[in-house]
């Protein structure tokens, strides 16, 4: 008697595995989305602001410009020269981005650091849309160049728009920033950088 119950019982286990082997899969798969989802959308994964995850490029020189002028903002093209020699931030906009709006009043007023230049990369956009752009919001650049279709960002590694790069004058670059700047941000990270840099040269 008790030996049939044991042999009754004996697949279950089996039979459990075999269960448990199916859905191994599919747990494993759950915990990596979870996860991933942990990255994209917690702005305080592990501690970690995403804005502020450094670039690889940081410590490196920054890829070299060569892009069109903004046709009727009479300002010179995005070009080496543009940048040479000089504490440049580059900053990523397009007229679409409605965070781009939020920042450029931060924009103007670092444009009145004589310490500082600013220059932009015209992030696919539409040549029109930018000079209304600025027309509504002033302009803080001394040079502006055009990315129709992204390829200057993907070299300079551009995670999303708004995105700012602080450049030394001997073109490395030191200082990233994803998203917009607001007060706390050119306090906290952008100002130190400037003064780490401008010592350094």
């Not at 990596?32 to 450094?54: C, R, V, W």
């Not at 069109?68 to 020269?81: K, R, W, Y």
């Not at 129709?148 to 960002?153: L, R």
Request: a neutral charge; charged letters at 20%.
């Amino acid at each position: 008697m008790s030996t049939q119950t044991e042999g009754n019982d004996a697949p279950k286990p089996r039979r459990f595995s075999r269960y448990a082997l199916a859905l191994l899969p599919l747990i494993v798969f759950g915990v990596i989305a979870g996860t991933a989802a942990k990255m994209l959308y917690d702005q305080d994964f592990h501690g970690k602001n995403i804005s502020e995850i450094p670039s690889a490029l940081i410590g490196t020189k920054a890829p070299a410009l060569a892009l069109a002028p903004l046709e009727g903002s009479n300002l010179p093209p995005l070009t080496d020269a543009a940048i040479k020699g000089k504490l440049t931030l580059v900053n990523v906009f397009a007229s679409w981005c409605l965070p781009c709006r939020e920042e450029h009043p931060l924009l103007k007023e670092l444009a009145k650091d004589g310490r500082l230049n600013i220059v932009a990369i015209n992030y696919k956009d539409k040549s029109e849309n930018a000079l209304r752009f600025l027309g509504e919001l002033g302009n803080p650049y001394t040079a502006i160049g055009v990315d129709p279709n992204g390829k200057a960002a993907i070299d300079w590694g551009v995670y999303g728009i708004p995105e700012s790069y602080l450049v030394a004058p001997d073109g490395t670059i030191v200082y990233k920033k994803v998203g917009p700047f607001d007060p706390q941000s050119v306090q906290d990270g952008l100002m130190p950088a400037i003064e780490k840099a401008l010592k350094a040269s």
